[in-house]
């Protein structure tokens, strides 16, 4: 089955604690990115990756890095938690060009 | 990419057609037109997209006006399941990691 795996889904943590969440395809897509999503704002871009050792900056970087090693993977790591990167946060995959893309069922962080 | 503009929600009775506008009048020649829907805060799923040409697959109908302003989203029998956020996006086949601009959507309610 094609899917989007992140983990973990829930996470509840300390401001300045590093933590990394997960995003895993199964699809061979060269495409993958990351979201945001805040109540009033909708989705936004954080980063984004158009194959292996690629990657650059969304709408909303700052805070976040991302690293792309492998096709599969595309880890977003907040290396210093604040309360302000509390959010709902979405990975998404695609092949590229008009075609569809593929999101995660999503990971909701709380920095306290 | 263009903006879109949607009514924020709308009604729909089971197992009627549910019929969802969109606005896009600053629509260029070379944007498509996506529709996703979010189930509560599930990740965000692809229902259709089209250039020009109406288009039509196991989930909606999507047609697009001849001047390309303006689409709609046709559920044909709408139910509860159908319950979401549906967003009208516009953007181009490629650049910006095929990135997806989220506005606010059209919450749409199937009721008995």
């Known amino acids: 089955e094609a899917q989007v795996t992140q983990n973990p889904r829930y996470l509840i943590t300390v401001t300045g604690k590093k933590l990394t969440v997960t995003c895993s395809q199964n699809?061979?897509?060269?495409?993958m990115s990351w979201y945001r999503q805040d109540p009033g704002l909708g989705l936004r871009q954080i980063y984004y990756?158009?194959?292996?050792?690629?990657?650059d900056k969304g709408d909303v970087p700052e805070g976040y890095k991302v690293s792309r090693k492998e096709k599969r993977n595309f880890p977003l790591i907040l290396e210093s938690p604040s309360p302000n990167q509390t959010s709902l946060y979405f990975c998404?995959?695609?092949?590229?060009?008009?075609?569809?893309?593929?999101f995660g069922d999503g990971t909701r962080l709380s920095i306290l | 990419d263009a903006k879109t503009t949607q009514p924020p929600s709308m009604d729909c009775a089971e197992g009627r057609a549910a019929n969802l506008p969109c606005n896009h009048s600053t629509i260029s020649g070379n944007e498509y037109v996506y529709w996703y829907r979010q189930i509560h805060s599930q990740g965000p799923q692809y229902i259709i997209h089209g250039l020009k040409n109406n288009e039509t697959n196991e989930m909606a109908s999507l047609i697009i006006t001849e001047d390309r302003k303006s689409s709609t989203l046709i559920l044909p029998h709408a139910t509860l399941r159908d319950t979401a956020v549906y967003y009208c996006i516009v953007r181009v086949a490629t650049g910006g990691g095929n990135k997806l601009t989220f506005g606010t959507g059209t919450q749409l309610k199937v009721e008995l």
């Open positions: 990756s158009m194959n292996v050792e690629v990657t």
């Open positions: 998404a995959s695609s092949p590229g060009g008009y075609r569809k893309s593929h």
């Open positions: 699809m061979n897509h060269e495409y």
